[in-house]
């Protein structure tokens, strides 16, 4: 049993309030429910969580949690050609966590509510403490950018679509590798910090993608494995062209040096976390989406194709190459 | 780091599956977003968590802790004059968890989602696991039944309002303490199943909650607490009568024989997790409110009145009584 005491309300409000930049639909979070604005054709939902040891280490920077946590969701919705309207959160608080991390977690969720969601009021949630560890739960509510106003799903890709993948892979795998100690290179440090809250595709991408895409999916279980969702839900086969992979200067070095440039991008494309957009893309549209894609100044590469059957495919430098058992990981 | 095995996804679509109803924006929990139903007036949203060793104890069977987790959630929609619409669901699973019993969970969530949320369907969520408690999130999307299309707030209530209470108070609260060991008395039994999963105000009270009350509030952190909060966000006075407080049979004789019955129904309104409404009522609707709950078969009972001021005054018997420190609990 803990005590609900006033400070602690008092302390939720001056954390959390101000994340509302006064939507009148969150009541100043001085209600039990919060209103979401109109939708005439539905809005769209997605939900995620981050568990201290399991998708972050005790050590991060809590703000840096958050970052991760609204990323992920961002993430989510911008694959889906969708933007964001409002965030609910909730925390299960460990009582061992001293309450200056709970300031410094309400600031990183916000700064990536306004810089990268695009001024996302927060609308409610909930604080309760906890024996364990941190666990972290956002809901964000988006609105489809389609003509159709439903979300781009994994289903509608079609035999003759090419298929695109923004930014980088392999970037947030790697830098978790030096935090486990299981890698140990200066030249990974970039990665290192980046793999506790990766960039997502930027939300101007959500756009384009509802326009354009005949299905898309976020990057975040391991390009391999997103894919197979592609495949199976579009009911098509998909081929991969592994050295076509984009990837980050550090993580190109990584390769060469790694016992096979092949099982090193295996890795890569098995790692996760990279909450980048995989894309099909009617090729009639190709050269306007990587134009739009340009002027966001967002990294697009063509990375394979889709045509009939029903599985997924690999090859590096024209050769097949055999499926690994695991396709992604989930931390 | 664990493996996303194939099998996991597959058990997670065999439990969760069915409990979308067919909802189409479901997408049968087959993509990354769901999309809810239109709405022309703007959905609310409520979420709450329960936390294993804060909201229920570790033996607890999971089909009653997700049962707990559904009527926390709807207790909020109902006082609000909402009804549900569809339900999201993160689970934080321990991996020492049997698998078996999220079966259970999922058991418990989609009985109360059917038969208390009026088949709410279940629109999406996520599954992680965790080296620590189980930690499960609801996110409650519902649809305010008011005229104005606007939820039943806690500001709303004004002097000359009566102030009523759904259903007993106080069971949940003595189940808890034989659980604990802190009551021993086999009379007590019936509270004691009754608090790992409290009966929350029935749905059917939304509809008179919206159409008559001026400012309504879920009974979870103890009736004082929660009282406090109209208090404050209405911005008058509550006058409550401990004597009217409405008790099941074996919570009104464990008043008798408490210390002195005073001290008895301080502890039961106080002790939080009743589920039931704190409703601010205009005198003239209160016979045609009353009758409607009769038809229901919800008890309701007068507990106070609004006046002018800017406090909550407790008397039993006529006689003034002193606030307690403690005005609530949070489990």
New interface residues.
Partial sequence: ????TPNEFELIHQLWAPLTLGAP?A?GL????????????????????V?????FLPDDPLDLVAKRLVRRNLS??V??G?RPLGA?L?L?WPRTRPISQMTDFAKGLGEDLTNLCGNCPL????T??????L?A?L?L??E?LTASK??V???GARPGDHVYVTGVIGDAYLGLQVRLGQENSNRLEVCQSFSMAPVPTALEMAGPIARFAHAS??VS?GLL?DATHLVT?SKLTMELALECLPLSSEASAWVKAAESPLSGLLKLATGGDDYQALICLPKEHEVEFARIAQSLGTRLTKVGRCVEGDSLTLSYLGQPVKMPA?T????
Same sequence: chains 1, 2.
């Fill in positions: 049993l803990t005590q609900k639909g009541f001085k209600d039990d429910v919060a209103q979401l604005p109109p939708s005439a054709f539905g809005q769209n939902v997605t939900c995620d969580q568990i201290e040891g399991t998708h989510d919705l694959a889906k969708c609910f909730t299960a609308y409610g949630g909930d309760s403490t906890s024996a364990g560890p666990v739960t809901f509510v988006g489809p439903r979300p799903l994994r289903s999916i976020d279980d494995a839900n695991i992604g990981w989930r931390l």
